[in-house]
């Protein structure tokens, strides 16, 4: 594995592999986002708007990047966000990045539209969360509380920004969709990228069986390819907060709400009990022309007092971590460069890319000045368009 992955130097580099390795309609079924990615766009642009302000001549001996979430001691402020259909672009995907992530002592959320039963991948990887999308079903939702609740799971995410799927153009015209549907172009490009075809595919039909929608509700959802099915969604769009104050009644553990933009909405959240919310725009996936997940921190962090915020879309290095941490957040998520790390790598591949970003942050730490996460705060930061901070 040191050999191959020599010349990855950053999560970027992982990128321009999964692009060679993976059929087309699956790059870019991760990599893509909705119209004309603006809010795509935005999320870097937000990033390269805010600079920092070092300090100098301290002792940066014995420095950390540990922090504490839910009474857990993480090694560093980040953790993989969840992603779907992780089985079908990796071999074992859901277990190879939560294997990863129970190693290198950062969270990993198993995503609803996972592939690999939710029960197996908490075996593994005991201290991985479960992120849900529910209806307003109150059926649907006891049957999947109540089966997060039997696997033991203790964090439960609830994503509230997909009322409705977003207008994901670039799928269409990759010809992808879930479940895929047989086609001869289907067939075509998997046969063109024989190290996925023979790596992940062929090997998973053998010994598990064509993959499923395994999570999404209490029971086994549709099959990922498959010519007539059609995946049930339930009523995303009648969920309201009524929905979230049933759940959090019905669930003990700790409940994590995401998909928020609106400092009104942490607010929200705070008063039906969430133990802590994840700024996203969903990676410019959902609402194209949505605030930057990094302009919305500071009005968040305001609105949610002494809950925790977490925030995720379009944070690719240390650095980019950092000022998050500085703006408040307590910890980052980031999906698909890790994704794109266990197509190409495996679960040695997510331990290395969790090793390049915690060096990042690291580094950065020491040019910084600061020997904690609790020492950074806006006095490190500029804008570099002259707003405040």
Partial sequence: MKRKAAGVLSLGDYEALARAHLPRPLFGYVAGACEDNLTVAANREAMRRVAFVSRVLRDMAGRTQQLSLFGENWSSPFGIAPMGLSALIAMRGDIALARAAHAENVPMLLSATSLIRLEEVRTVSPSCWFQAYLPADRDWIDGVVDRVTKAGFGTLV????????????????????????????????????????????????????????????????????????????????????????????????????????HAEDASLARSVGADAIILSNHGGRQLDGAIATLDALPGAVAAAGDMPVLIDSGFRRGSDILKAIALGARMVLIGRPFLYAAAVHGEAGVRHAIGLLRAEIDRNMALLGTKSLDELGPDYLHRTDGAAI
């Fill in 158 to 261: 609830i994503s509230v920004d997909v009322p409705v799927l977003g207008n994901r153009e670039n799928l269409i015209r990759e010809r992808f969709s879930t479940p895929l549907k047989p086609s001869l172009r289907l067939a075509l490009d998997g046969v063109l990228h024989p190290r996925w075809l023979l790596g992940t595919f062929a090997p998973t039909l053998l010994r598990h069986g064509m993959p499923a929608f395994e999570n999404s509700s209490a029971t086994r959802g549709a099959p990922v390819i498959a010519r007539n099915v059609e995946r049930s969604f339930g009523q995303r769009d009648r969920l309201t907060w009524d929905g979230i104050r049933h759940i959090r009644d019905r669930w003990r553990g700790n409940l994590v709400i995401k998909g928020l933009l």
